[in-house]
């Protein structure tokens, strides 16, 4: 399929995930739901790798993208529009939230933009991006890139490990774990409220899971062997 087809898909996969994980957070924030703001982004990615999985293999996340270019798994041309797709996706889900609950999404529930909690240092924020998705990306090498997974399952093991991760993170940063997920509010409430978001807080949320997912990616290979994945 070509690539315009494939990032078209990509940036449907991710408006949907910020639209419903997002909305979610706006939604059940203020009441401390953190089971079901994590269980929403897991449905969301759980359900779209069963219905755009077969398009574009639903990266749905730029950190996944790299990591897959970073061990082979993908053409760095593919990376750039993906990424870009996934960017631009993100961006029109988090305005639809915008659009549908006015800016009370954004003034009093953040949009779902997600910040290292009080008292938590860049070290510490990065580092547990850095884990989170580094979890995620190992689930994802072992259930769909690498050849002897048992096919059907991948769906469910990657929209789980989204969900336990939030779980464990999201008091601490928001449990971002993809970098168009946390860009897509933040540029929201930039252009909206004037924000600083996306120049203060926004690199975290880009360093900490793209190095993650790349070395979970090459640990996976290496432990796996290149013949398998």
Not at 67 to 84: G, H, I, N, Q, R
Not at 202 to 219: E, N, Q, R
């Amino acid at each position: 399929m070509d690539l315009f087809k494939r990032s078209l898909a990509e940036c449907i996969g991710t408006l949907i995930l910020v639209f419903v994980g997002c909305g979610s957070a706006c939604i059940l924030g203020a009441s401390g739901d953190l089971l079901g703001i994590a269980a929403a982004f897991g449905l969301a990615v759980s359900v779209m790798i069963y219905t755009i999985g077969a398009v574009s293999g639903c990266h749905i996340n730029p950190a996944v993208s790299i990591a897959l270019c970073a061990v082979k798994k993908f053409p760095v041309k593919d990376t750039a529009a993906y990424c870009a797709a996934q960017c631009i996706g993100a961006a029109v889900g988090a305005g639809l939230i915008l659009l549908i609950m006015g800016m009370d999404a954004l003034t009093v529930s953040g949009l779902g933009m997600t910040a290292p909690a009080a008292g938590i240092s860049v070290f510490q924020a990065v580092l547990a991006e850095f884990i989170g998705t580094f979890v995620l990306m190992l689930v994802i090498m072992g259930v769909a890139v690498d050849r002897r997974a048992a096919p059907g399952f991948a769906g469910l093991a990657i929209g789980g490990a989204v969900l336990a991760v939030i779980l464990v993170i999201g008091n601490i940063t928001g449990g971002s774990i993809n970098p168009a997920r946390t860009f897509g509010p933040d540029l929201m409430a930039l252009i909206f409220a004037g924000s600083d978001a996306l120049w203060t807080t926004f690199p975290i949320y880009l360093v900490g899971p793209i190095l993650g997912a790349v070395c979970a990616a090459l640990l996976y290979r290496m432990i796996a062997g290149k013949e398998n994945c």
